[in-house]
Nanobody
């Protein structure tokens, strides 16, 4: 099994920065992908950024050029550096992993979420 813990959320002014952290524990060698999702009130959960165990990165168009995902899934926390924050970035941010490298009980896992609020 895999456990995920997010941290780093908070309240910032528009134009400010935050760095989110996702720490994975347990069967981390089974992780093939780690992603950041976010969900604003009344809206669908959306993919923000992701990193694979091979180092491939991807970003939603809405955050490209402002957010950066980095880190080692197995050995280090995975970070989401968020710069030039906008009020529309306000959401609960969730860490998510796929564990397709091993036949675990569950194919994926979610963290508990961390709140990011950007004031105008």
């Amino acid at each position: 099994q895999v456990q995920l813990v997010e941290s780093g959320g908070g309240l910032v002014q528009a134009g400010g920065s935050l760095r989110l952290s996702c720490v994975a524990s347990g069967d981390t060698i089974c992780i093939s992908d780690m992603d950041w999702y976010r969900q604003a009130p009344g809206k669908e959960r959306e993919l923000v950024a992701g990193i694979t165990s091979s180092g491939r990165l991807h970003y939603a168009d809405s955050v490209k050029g402002r957010f950066t995902i980095s880190g080692d899934i197995v050995e280090e926390p995975v970070y989401l550096q968020m710069n030039s924050l906008k009020p529309e970035d306000t959401a609960v941010y969730y860490c998510h992993v796929d564990t397709s490298r091993c036949p675990l009980k569950d194919p994926d896992y979610w963290g508990q979420g961390t709140q990011v609020t950007v004031s105008s």
